[in-house]
């Protein structure tokens, strides 16, 4: 099994200050409804959301005109294992894998080896395991690096990513 490090590149150093300097941001998204649990806190860039997405440009600069955190409940999360089966989860951009399974893997509900089935479909469909020594390969690699693998049986493990070819020079 390997997860391999690698030296961050120019880009990934700027887009790594955006993410994690907290002064830069301008919005903020509270996740989960849980009574018993804190929500959790993801400061964010509206900028760099609405130029992703049309729904984040509406909501933060015309139709809705968000003030405050913007709340989003656990409801989308019981729906988590349909929208990992759906084409658009497979053209996501492996830069956004990491966030995808540190979010998705801390749902009780969404098991491990099921996510690292859908990674390792992720990385199939995308032919990223035609070329491991690519840059999108090894966020990929880096994004199932994040699963709990403790939370699997033996057996589970053996059959998941033991054998995966992620993590094994197959």
Same mark, same amino acid.
């Given at each position: 099994?390997?997860?391999?490090?690698?030296?961050?590149?120019?880009?990934?150093?700027?887009?790594?200050?955006?993410?994690?300097?907290?002064?830069?941001?301008?919005?903020?998204?509270?996740?989960?409804?849980?009574?018993?649990?804190?929500?959790?806190?993801?400061?964010?860039?509206?900028?760099?959301?609405?130029?992703?997405?049309?729904?984040? !440009?509406?909501?933060?600069?015309? !139709?809705?005109?968000?003030?405050?955190?913007?709340?989003?409940?656990?409801?989308?999360?019981?729906?988590?294992?349909?929208?990992?089966?759906?084409?658009?989860?497979?053209?996501?951009?492996?830069?956004?894998?990491?966030?995808?399974?540190?979010?998705?893997?801390?749902?009780?509900?969404?098991?491990?080896?099921?996510?690292?089935?859908?990674? !390792?479909?992720?990385?199939?469909?995308?032919?990223?395991? !035609?070329?491991?020594?690519?840059?999108?390969?090894?966020?990929?690699?880096?994004?199932?690096?994040?699963?709990?693998?403790?939370?699997?049986?033996?057996?589970?493990?053996?059959?998941?990513?033991?054998?995966?070819?992620?993590?094994?020079?197959?």
């Amino acid at each position: 099994m390997f997860c391999k490090r690698r030296m961050p590149n120019s880009k990934e150093r700027r887009m790594r200050l955006l993410q994690d300097d907290q002064h830069l941001t301008d919005c903020e998204f509270l996740v989960g409804d849980s009574p018993d649990k804190e929500p959790q806190r993801f400061r964010c860039h509206k900028m760099i959301l609405a130029s992703a997405s049309e729904v984040f !440009e509406r909501m933060f600069y015309s !139709e809705f005109n968000v003030d405050g955190p913007v709340r989003i409940t656990e409801e989308i999360t019981k729906y988590v294992e349909t929208l990992l089966s759906v084409d658009s989860f497979y053209e996501l951009n492996a830069n956004h894998l990491k966030r995808v399974v540190i979010l998705v893997s801390q749902q009780p509900h969404i098991s491990t080896k099921f996510f690292l089935q859908k990674l !390792e479909e992720y990385g199939r469909r995308n032919k990223l395991h !035609e070329n491991r020594e690519s840059e999108q390969f090894f966020k990929l690699v880096e994004a199932a690096c994040l699963l709990d693998f403790n939370k699997l049986s033996k057996a589970d493990y053996e059959s998941g990513p033991a054998q995966s070819y992620l993590f094994n020079k197959k």
